[in-house]
């Protein structure tokens, strides 16, 4: 049985997204991945590209599921309202496609991919592209994404949800 899965990794100007198909649970097949980017100052706006870009990415993609990463509290209070902004636009994208949605913590994504909920961006990268046998690394939101994606895919699998 295979799934496709999107992952997405929120940001105020940038949002990472990665699509995967899965065949059973450590055998997956990189399918593409990307950011969507916003260009506009006015947050309002920016928050209606990235609702249309995520959509858009949903469309194109035609997943089975959808997992997100939970926002973790940063220390700028503002650019933790930002991307909590930005992660419930995604969210309410995604809910719109009618799909099950999955949230997943950055720890638990670290732990899933790499072995380790402390590991570091290159890490992760590292990983991503070692286990999806791409010939290079992806960029970090597109890394993320598809780390995300990847979780989500041991969980599904491992819980026989599919």
Same mark, same amino acid.
Request: with cysteine; proline share 2%.
């Given at each position: &049985?295979?799934?496709?899965?999107?992952?997405? %990794?929120?940001?105020?100007?940038?949002?990472? !997204?990665?699509?995967?198909?899965? $065949?059973?649970?450590?055998? $997956?097949?990189?399918?593409?991945?990307?950011?969507?980017?916003?260009?506009?100052?006015?947050?309002?706006?920016?928050?209606?590209?990235?609702?249309?870009?995520?959509?858009?990415?949903? /469309?194109?993609?035609?997943? %089975?599921?959808?997992?997100?990463?939970?926002? !973790?509290? /940063?220390? /700028?209070?503002?650019?933790?309202?930002?991307?909590?902004?930005?992660?419930? @636009?995604?969210?309410?994208?995604?809910? &719109?496609?009618?799909?099950?949605?999955?949230?997943?913590?950055?720890?638990?994504?670290?732990?899933? @991919?790499?072995? /380790?909920?402390?590991?570091?961006?290159?890490?992760?990268?590292? &990983?991503?592209?070692?286990?999806?046998?791409?010939?290079?690394? @992806?960029?970090? %939101?597109?890394? %993320?994404?598809?780390?995300?994606?990847?979780?989500?895919?041991?969980?599904? $699998?491992?819980?026989?949800?599919?």
């Amino acid at each position: &049985m295979k799934a496709r899965i999107l992952g997405l %990794d929120p940001g105020s100007r940038l949002t990472g !997204f990665g699509v995967i198909d899965c $065949f059973s649970y450590f055998k $997956f097949q990189y399918v593409s991945s990307g950011v969507v980017r916003m260009t506009q100052k006015v947050l309002a706006i920016r928050l209606k590209e990235l609702f249309e870009g995520v959509s858009t990415v949903i /469309n194109t993609f035609s997943p %089975d599921w959808i997992c997100v990463e939970k926002v !973790f509290v /940063n220390v /700028n209070p503002r650019s933790t309202l930002c991307l909590g902004q930005a992660r419930g @636009v995604v969210l309410c994208s995604a809910a &719109m496609s009618g799909l099950p949605i999955a949230e997943y913590t950055a720890l638990q994504i670290k732990k899933s @991919v790499v072995g /380790n909920g402390h590991a570091g961006k290159n890490q992760v990268q590292y &990983m991503v592209a070692y286990l999806l046998s791409l010939q290079e690394k @992806v960029g970090s %939101d597109a890394s %993320d994404a598809l780390a995300c994606a990847i979780c989500c895919s041991q969980r599904i $699998f491992s819980s026989s949800k599919l």
